[in-house]
């Protein structure tokens, strides 16, 4: 038997390891699940759990994309990771795809023929297929790069992005606006020769569809 003053110990004892229990952290259900609980302040939570777990998971995926080793020694895992961001149309990826818009599985499978762009699938140029799903986004960064850049890979990649999302007539137009808002002599020229490449692919495509 115990004794009163043992029992009253006992008694604290209990009473602190429950204590201490109670204050160890819970594990929370998954976010997703306290998406249908009825308090507000619940769904808020979780909504702002997954918004950081998205940001976090791309930010992961971008810089799989931005490493030139990656590109030299796992170019079917930079591949897979621009299809993902493709994926999820995550426009904060815009700028490293623009980056690295002339990557292919295969360097030679991204003709700089401007002909030839018209045709092939998009999985060959994963770059120019995410870019064509985030869709609008990209557009401002597509023409900016045209503008900077003397590399015939990475303009014919570009003009490919323009051609899907606008066809040719708009996205001509849009390289005329460009040209004609741009102040810096070399842009300008960098952006004639781009729409001029363009131009010569409509004419093309006209010369067979006519013949």
């Not at 769904?43 to 990656?70: F, G, K, P």
Request: hydrophobic share 40%; aromatic share 2%.
């Amino acid at each position: 038997m115990f004794s009163g003053r043992e029992i009253v110990l006992l008694t604290l004892w209990v009473a602190v390891l429950l204590c201490i229990g109670s204050a160890q952290p819970q594990p929370k259900e998954p976010a997703v699940k306290r998406l249908l609980s009825k308090d507000a302040s619940t769904r808020e939570e979780a909504q702002q759990e997954l918004l950081a777990a998205r940001t976090d998971l791309i930010s992961q995926l971008i810089s799989i994309v931005d490493s030139e080793e990656n590109h030299q020694t796992r170019r079917e895992s930079v591949r897979a990771t621009m299809f993902i961001l493709g994926e999820m149309r995550a426009t904060e990826a815009v700028s490293v795809l623009v980056k690295y818009i002339a990557f292919a599985d295969e360097p030679t499978v991204l003709t700089a023929t401007p002909h030839r762009l018209g045709s092939g699938p998009l999985s060959q140029v994963p770059a120019v297929e995410a870019l064509v799903k985030i869709g609008e986004p990209c557009l401002k960064a597509i023409i900016g790069k045209l503008a900077t850049t003397y590399n015939v890979r990475e303009q014919a990649a570009c003009i490919r992005v323009l051609i899907e999302l606008r066809e040719r007539d708009a996205a001509s137009a849009m390289l005329a606006d460009a040209i004609a808002k741009e102040q810096d002599t070399k842009k300008r020229e960098r952006l004639h020769s781009s729409r001029g490449r363009l131009l010569s692919i409509r004419q093309r495509q006209t010369n067979v569809d006519q013949g």
